[in-house]
């Protein structure tokens, strides 16, 4: 099945910074999202992006799907943006659809 | 209340043991998931349902068996789980089951599960 694979795994930030985070995924799919999960749990919808870019306040991500991966942009982090981002690619065949999540980043935000 | 919830929060339950989850969305959607993430494993989607109609299974066991009897409700019944059963169990909901569309998911909370 498809690979999807996400980089850093971890990442350690100050207030302020900006940051990238990549997914990389090994076959053509018909969408990508990216989600949040804060360190309580509750998981959110970010951006459904199958390719170019899209920007949602101090968030923008940008998809190539030519060449297999998108990126999430995060500009002048708060502490609020801690917590685990996943990027998950959608395959869609006939009456079969296939969402696939790669492993995370965990994102940590100091002040 | 507003948005996705589940109940339990939290459940324990022995293998022999049967229980069920709930989910409620009061956003008027038409598609509810269940999905599973354990420590060890990316996030799963195991069920969709559009309209009361399962969409998609995704080559789950049998012990886990779902029902939604309307749009605004979604169960997911447990039989005789394993250890390795053991998960938070997030509940979403869409307008529309969106597939490779742009539809966003709300998802619920969570039920964290330990099965003994």
């Known amino acids: 099945g498809i690979q999807v694979e996400q980089s850093p795994p971890d990442l350690i930030l100050q207030e302020g910074a900006n940051s990238t985070l990549r997914c990389n995924f090994s076959?053509?799919?018909?969408?990508l999202q990216w989600f949040h999960q804060n360190p309580w749990g509750q998981l959110i919808n970010l951006f459904y992006i199958p390719s170019g870019t899209k920007q949602n306040g101090r968030l923008s991500a940008t998809t190539v799907a030519t060449e297999r991966y998108s990126l999430l942009y995060i500009s002048s982090s708060q502490t609020t943006d801690s917590g685990v981002y996943f990027c998950?690619?959608?395959?869609?065949?006939?009456?079969?659809?296939?969402?696939?999540f790669g492993k995370g980043t965990l994102l940590t935000v100091n002040p | 209340e507003t948005g996705v919830t589940q109940t339990p929060r939290h459940l324990v339950m022995g293998m022999t043991n049967k229980k069920s989850l709930k989910c409620e969305q009061h956003l008027g959607h038409n598609a509810m998931y269940w999905y599973k993430q354990s420590a060890k494993k990316p996030l799963e989607l195991m069920f969709v349902?559009?309209?009361?109609?399962?969409?998609e299974n995704n080559s789950v066991p049998s012990r886990f068996s779902p029902e939604c009897p309307n749009s605004s409700h979604l169960f997911l019944h447990l039989h005789t789980l394993q250890p390795e059963d053991s998960a938070l169990y997030l509940c979403?909901?869409?307008?529309?089951?969106?597939?490779?569309?742009?539809?966003?998911?709300?998802f619920g909370p969570g039920t964290r599960l330990l099965v003994l």
């Open positions: 349902y559009s309209l009361e109609e399962r969409v």
């Open positions: 998950a690619v959608i395959i869609v065949g006939g009456s079969n659809y296939k969402l696939t």
């Open positions: 979403a909901s869409s307008q529309d089951p969106g597939l490779a569309g742009e539809e966003t998911q709300y």
């Open positions: 076959d053509s799919v018909n969408n």
